[in-house]
């Protein structure tokens, strides 16, 4: 079965540092998101990706977080200069047209120290 | 704004059956969806309702009233592996539209 792709599976930072988490979504998919989830909280909605422009982001996506589909293949979120709050799993999703259920990958835990 | 209101927790017997509620208030309504997340994994699609009534896959079903803005999770024949957190989720808009997930609910089941 597809999967989305979702590297690295952990990475630690220093705070105001730059971290690039990657992923690969499903290859017939069009529409892909970035979510997070805080430690035993819900999913919170961060961007998302159609057309190789952003549709929508919410007030969590704000200056420092930008978003890339640098080759056709590869979806990443860059966080500019990490705070300790951006401490959090962070998961790709994507969908193709029509279809109502997004796959998420298995997410990136970002700590930031 | 936007809410969807669900049971923080909820504690099941194994072979039982279970019900999770979920209500929301949400600025656009295209559809209800449920997703299953157990600890440290992804969350996994597990149903869509765009419409008023039941859908059923396998020992899961899902249930949708727009005019009461609530829709449920039944889950039968509960089995071990079904402790988790399950999460509904609003879609509030058409193909490009974001997902607003609610808080969750800890499915806990009792040999």
């Known amino acids: 079965e597809p999967e989305v792709t979702q590297t690295p599976s952990h990475q630690v930072t220093q705070m105001g540092q730059e971290v690039i988490l990657r992923c690969v979504p499903i290859?017939?998919?069009?529409?892909f998101y970035w979510y997070r989830q805080i430690l035993g909280q819900k999913v919170e909605f961060l961007v998302s990706?159609?057309?190789?422009?952003?549709?929508?982001k919410s007030e969590i996506f704000d200056d420092q977080f930008s978003v890339e589909r640098p080759d056709g293949s590869n979806f990443t979120l860059k966080i500019r200069s990490t705070k300790l709050e951006d401490s959090a799993m962070y998961f790709c999703?994507?969908?193709?047209?029509?279809?109502?259920?997004?796959?998420f990958g298995s997410g990136t835990r970002l700590t930031v120290v | 704004g936007q809410s969807l209101e669900q049971p923080s927790e909820v504690t099941a017997v194994e072979g039982a059956i279970v019900q999770i509620n979920c209500t929301y208030q949400?600025?656009?309504?295209?559809?209800l969806s449920w997703y299953q997340q157990h600890d440290g994994g992804a969350p996994t699609f597990l149903s869509y309702?765009?419409?008023?009534g039941l859908e059923e896959t396998g020992r899961f079903s899902s249930f949708l009233s727009r005019s009461d803005s609530y829709g449920y999770l039944l889950l039968q024949e509960l089995q071990m592996k079904d402790s988790a957190s399950y999460f509904c989720?609003?879609?509030?808009?058409?193909?490009?539209?974001?997902?607003?997930f609610g808080s969750g609910t800890r499915l806990s089941i009792r040999p």
């Open positions: 989720a609003v879609r509030e808009g058409s193909s490009a539209s974001k997902i607003i």
């Open positions: 990706f159609y057309n190789n422009e952003i549709s929508e």
């Open positions: 949400t600025s656009g309504f295209y559809g």
């Open positions: 999703a994507s969908h193709t047209s029509g279809s109502y259920g997004y796959t």
């Open positions: 290859s017939n998919h069009l529409y």
């Open positions: 309702n765009a419409l008023d």
